[in-house]
């Protein structure tokens, strides 16, 4: 974008004011052309992940990353990737002993 060469040398309102178009538009256009700032991050959470085999959730995740990055990121970089930790199923008490153990007494 020709703005962002000229930026160094002018200032964005005089520029937006040569253009007739509002300083929030180009704030709009340039938000969305981000950069990723986490590419590098996000690849090693997915190794990290899969080299639990799906077990680790975003605290082990970050634990075995070692990383300075907060564990919000590492919840929005998992829940971007599609990667949930297997959650076993919650057993139910039950004071049934069976047959088999009651035999064995």
Same mark, same amino acid.
């Given at each position: ?53 799906? =077990? ?8 075995? *990353? ?16 599609? *990667? ?7 057993? =139910? ?13």
């Amino acid at each position: 974008m020709p703005v962002d060469r000229l930026r160094p040398r002018c200032s964005l309102r005089s520029m937006a004011c040569l253009l007739r178009m509002a300083p929030s538009s180009y704030h709009y256009h340039h938000a969305g052309i981000g950069v990723d700032e986490y590419a590098g991050l996000r690849a090693r959470v997915a190794r990290a992940f899969a080299g639990s085999k799906g =077990r680790y959730g975003y605290r082990r995740v970050k634990a075995a *990353l070692g990383t300075g990055v907060s564990e919000k990121v590492i919840r929005r970089l998992m829940a971007g990737g599609g *990667l949930s930790a297997h959650v076993p199923k919650r057993r =139910r008490y039950s004071s049934y002993e069976g047959g088999d153990r009651a035999r064995s007494r």
